[in-house]
């Protein structure tokens, strides 16, 4: 079993910048691959970024590449997520999920576990 528990949302003005964490709970958390998604009201949850386990592999959705960085720290069960050049269409909640299998996934029904959300509202 993995809990993850997202923190760092919060409102900023448009071309500023997060950085999101996820803490995990649960010795799996460094052979898990995680992403990052996130869903905004009356849309799909869309995929924003992932890492394979160690963090040598990782992905960006085509809205965020260039502006979002991935990172794990393994040997304190957190990933992060740095948010810059933040957009209004960036507002959405974020969620942090975790995988059990390897390498990773740009699709949230590949993931196991999921944290709650923390919500980024980016005003223009």
């Known amino acids: 079993q993995v809990q993850l528990v997202e923190s760092g949302g919060g409102l900023v003005q448009a071309g500023g910048s997060l950085r999101l964490s996820c803490a995990a709970s649960?010795?799996?958390?460094?052979?898990?691959?995680m992403g990052w998604f996130r869903q905004a009201p009356g849309k799909d949850r869309e995929f924003v970024s992932a890492?394979?386990?160690?963090?040598?592999?990782?992905r960006y959705g085509d809205s965020v590449k260039g502006r979002f960085t991935i990172s794990r720290d393994n040997a304190k069960n957190t990933m992060y997520l740095q948010m810059n050049s933040l957009k209004p269409e960036d507002t959405a909640v974020y969620f942090c999920a975790a995988r059990m299998a390897y390498p990773y996934s740009t699709d949230p029904r590949g993931y196991d576990y999921w944290g709650q959300g923390t919500q980024v509202t980016v005003s223009s």
């Open positions: 890492m394979t386990p160690s963090g040598g592999s990782t």
């Open positions: 649960g010795r799996t958390f460094s052979n898990s691959a």
